[in-house]
């Protein structure tokens, strides 16, 4: 990887799991009414069709991991679960009402929080309740998110049996000093145990998160934890990057110096030298981040360009509904995003006067659907183009000429009708998706709200 460019492009940027990205919604011409209207028109237009996404946010952890920039409650109370169940079902109630008929879903995603710190009969009740009011697809793509330490038969047999065959379980770095650094103590024989179980019981595909980036880290220390991972042979990986951000996750990410984490060029050269050993082991990259073996069906999606990428990140199916569930879950109806109150109490409260919990959201115009289209295709596809009408857009040339510099770098290559992005500029994907990002470009953040792209 060629320093220079890392020097170059390594600057504060989106992770673009939407467009427009959530510090430029325009909070002020959005209402609940009318996102709940755009929502109706596209269960409408697409429910028949390809169904619709549900995203639940389960938020609670029994410990705080200190890399995590998710939105968590920490607390060892499990009474908190029945409460809360309950109140995501009213939730999704309100939305079987506006709906006014059962709806199609095709995909269902637990993320959190640490979805396995409820019990197995809790998560049994939330999940054959949504099911029995709803249509399930023939063949739904039904995951989770497990914690290794916490992840036991019981729940993998109970969601099994309800339909699910992908679990994610976050793995991190096994070495012990970046363990305590990041106070995620999780040995091997943990990560081990559930995914021989999630096997024995007959998940299809089971993926590992690991983490590049963090403190202490070292190629060393990565390399051991990428070879211990390919000894399970999960068939996903996410390979992600420690996004440092303690100016909006506060005392969570002070939990070490600054100092302690790799400099922007190690940081780098741990991706590199992991992609390579992946892909020497037979991973495939897919989009950014993320790798998988040639028989999953993240990589049959992306070779059929069907790959989606949403808030829940890179998916193998795609649907213009997407709702959510859950504090501070998002929600997406294409034609506009919508958060739910990011704190359980104003959750419940909003709840409990029959209102929708929203409190922000953004309503798409025309420019931001086209926008959003090329982001997309950026993130999943590695191009796009723009030779018919409805994809070109009035600052397509002022866009042109903010690219010709990466052209130059060999990161992209520019033709009449489109563009692609190179094996070289994989690793500039954001860089590049920001020179289309109008909202961004037009009203530039006056302090730091990303994280470094590279």
């Known amino acids: 990887m060629n320093n220079s460019l890392i020097q170059k492009y390594n600057i504060p940027g989106p992770r673009y799991t939407s467009y427009p990205t959530v510090p430029y919604w325009d909070k002020s011409s959005f209402t609940t009414e009318n996102y709940l209207k755009t929502l109706k028109r596209s269960f409408e237009e697409s429910n028949d069709k390809e169904g619709i996404s549900l995203y639940i946010h389960l938020p609670f952890c029994e410990s705080l991991c200190t890399f995590c920039a998710c939105h968590k409650r920490i607390t060892k109370k499990h009474a ?6 309950d109140a995501v079902l009213k939730e999704w109630g309100m939305y079987l009402k506006l709906f006014g008929r059962k709806p199609h879903i095709k995909e269902v995603h637990l993320g959190g929080g640490t979805p396995t710190f409820f019990k197995p009969e809790n998560l049994q009740r939330l999940l054959s309740t949504i099911f029995d009011s709803s249509e399930l697809d023939a063949h739904p793509e039904l995951s989770f998110e497990g914690h290794p330490n916490n992840t036991k038969r019981e729940h993998l047999q109970t969601l099994y049996d309800l339909g699910f065959r992908r679990v994610s379980f976050g793995v991190q770095d096994y070495d012990p000093i970046v363990q305590k650094a990041i106070h995620r103590i999780q040995p091997y024989e943990n990560v ?8 024995e019981i007959g998940y299809t595909s089971v993926s590992h998160d690991l983490v590049f980036g963090l403190p202490f880290q070292t190629w060393k220390s990565m390399e051991n934890t990428i070879r211990r991972t390919i000894t399970q042979k999960p068939d996903r990986l ?11 996750k506060g005392v969570g990410q002070r939990g070490f110096d600054e100092n302690d984490l790799p400099s922007g060029e190690e940081k780098r050269a741990l991706y590199e030298n992991g992609k390579a050993l992946l892909q020497e082991l037979g ?9 998988s073996l040639p028989s ?5 999606a992306m070779q059929n360009k069907t790959i989606h990428r949403n808030f829940m990140g ?15 879950a998002i929600g997406d109806s294409w034609y506009g995003f919508a958060q739910n109150e990011k704190e359980i109490e104003p959750y419940y409260e909003r709840l409990a006067r029959d209102e929708f919990p929203l409190f922000r959201g953004h309503i798409l115009n025309d420019e ?3 926008i959003r289209r090329h982001i997309l295709n950026l993130m999943c596809l590695l191009e796009t183009q723009w030779d018919k009408p409805e994809q070109q857009f009035k600052e397509l040339p002022e866009v042109l000429e903010r690219l010709k510099e990466m052209e130059s770098d060999g990161l992209i290559e520019i033709s009449d009708k489109g563009l692609k992005i190179t094996s070289a500029g994989r690793v500039f994907s954001r860089n590049i998706c920001m ?7 037009r009203k530039q953040p006056q302090t730091r709200i990303f994280s470094m792209t590279v």
Request: glycine share 4%; proline share 3%.
């Open 314 to 328: 890179y998916t193998s199916s795609s649907t213009q509904v997407m709702v959510g569930l859950g504090a501070s």
């Open 238 to 248: 996410a390979f992600y990057s420690y996004a440092h951000v303690p100016w909006i």
């Open 296 to 300: 999953d069906t993240l990589y049959q």
């Open 192 to 199: 081990q145990n559930v995914t021989d179980i999630a096997r």
């Open 435 to 441: 020179a289309f990002d109008l909202r961004m470009l």
């Open 283 to 291: 991973y495939v990259e897919i989009g950014m981040d993320h790798f």
């Open 368 to 370: 931001d659907l086209v």
């Open 80 to 85: 908190v679960e029945e409460p809360y169940i």
